[in-house]
């Protein structure tokens, strides 16, 4: 293991022959971009494969944050969780509204529904929660509020693809779900988002805000942006999404492995997750201290394997959002490492990693 480097990801690439048709394609006719016939294609495959009205596909889940937030007309303050990467917190002050951070339950390491209501305010607008690692969110409580407060949901699911909830996908729910399709991502188009909503009218809004304001009728009827995903980038969509069911079960298989092998370590512990709502594109791991987390990366690193800390500092802790205490969220943010996965990690890999942790 030490004579090769093993990182924390690799992106999941379709064979390179099912690629190259939609190349040809793109050569063939001349579109590059500007809603082109590919990602069309996309859009209705994913729509069909998820069981929604609608998916938007865009140029980056950040950009599909940024724009489900405009698109909804939201203003004031947006309660949100302070375990995620920044993207979700930096575009809602990039759309001059505040998040509004609340504690992470200790147990999925999602927002904690039961911590929400004290921090809605009369300028509370939305609540913006993100299904952390693919674990659900508490929606049916999330949804409960929402409506009690009268307020938008939009859910960060960039971890979220191939995950259901209650016999349907988990991107069915909120107003609008957004996800990223980034090359880290189970399904990826190499750089890449969507919103996705089962709100005609809503999507139809998005639709015009990420191609500059402009109808179908090229007719300027709104601001807007330049968000387009391009058809070298939805090819590769379309060829990753036959292999997608394989590519979480392969996942699957590599996690296991790793609970089995780790499941009598007394210093680590694991996410809460239900195996029908998780797709395994992550294997983080909760260590008793932060002093055992640390010892456990430098002993990884000499051996040439290089896991991650997700997602650390907590959101809050850093020096362009508010000052408050959270203290589960700062708990777990200093305890969380992702070990390696992806498709071509092979079990003695594992194996190895695993005995490396357990003499820590």
Request: aromatic letters at 10%; a negative charge.
């Amino acid at each position: 293991m030490a004579n090769k480097s093993i990182y924390v990801t690799q992106p999941s690439l379709a064979p390179l022959k099912d690629v190259i048709p939609y190349l040809e394609r793109i050569w063939e006719t001349g579109i590059m971009t500007h809603n082109g016939p590919l990602m069309q294609q996309l859009e209705k495959e994913l729509s069909d494969y998820l069981g929604v009205s609608d998916v938007v596909c865009l140029v980056n889940g950040t950009c599909a944050l940024q724009l489900a937030i405009r698109a909804l007309d939201l203003k004031g303050e947006i309660i949100t969780t302070p375990f995620t990467f920044i993207a979700t917190s930096n575009i809602i002050a990039w759309e001059r509204c505040r998040p509004v951070f609340v504690d992470i339950d200790p147990d999925t390491w999602n927002i904690d529904p039961d911590k929400i209501e004290e921090r809605i305010t009369e300028k509370t607008s939305a609540i913006l929660p993100v299904h952390v690692f693919s674990a659900p969110c508490n929606i049916r409580r999330i949804e409960q509020i929402a409506k009690k407060f009268d307020l938008k949901v939009i859910y960060d699911a960039a971890h979220a693809m191939c995950v259901n909830y209650n016999g349907k996908s988990i991107m069915s729910y909120g107003d609008v779900s957004c996800t990223s399709f980034h090359a880290t991502k189970l399904f990826n188009t190499c750089e890449g988002g969507a919103c996705i909503t089962n709100d005609e009218e809503l999507a139809e809004r998005i639709r015009r805000m990420r191609f500059f304001g402009f109808n179908e009728r090229k007719e300027i009827v709104a601001d807007g942006m330049n968000a387009k995903m391009t058809e070298i980038s939805a090819g590769l969509g379309l060829a990753n999404l036959r292999h997608l069911d394989y590519v979480r079960k392969n996942r699957q298989k590599k996690y296991e492995i790793y609970r089995s092998i780790l499941a009598g370590c007394t210093f680590i512990n694991f996410q809460k997750y239900y195996p029908d709502e998780y797709n395994y594109s992550y294997m983080p791991v909760l260590f008793d201290s932060e002093k055992t987390l640390l010892q456990t990366i430098e002993k990884l690193n000499a051996e040439n394997v290089f896991p991650k800390r997700y997602f650390y500092p907590a959101l809050h802790d850093t020096p362009i959002f508010d000052d408050i205490t959270l203290p589960m969220a700062e708990s777990i943010a200093k305890t969380i490492l992702c070990l390696p996965l992806y498709d071509s990690l092979n079990e003695e890999d594992i194996t190895k990693i695993c005995e490396v942790i357990l003499q820590v």
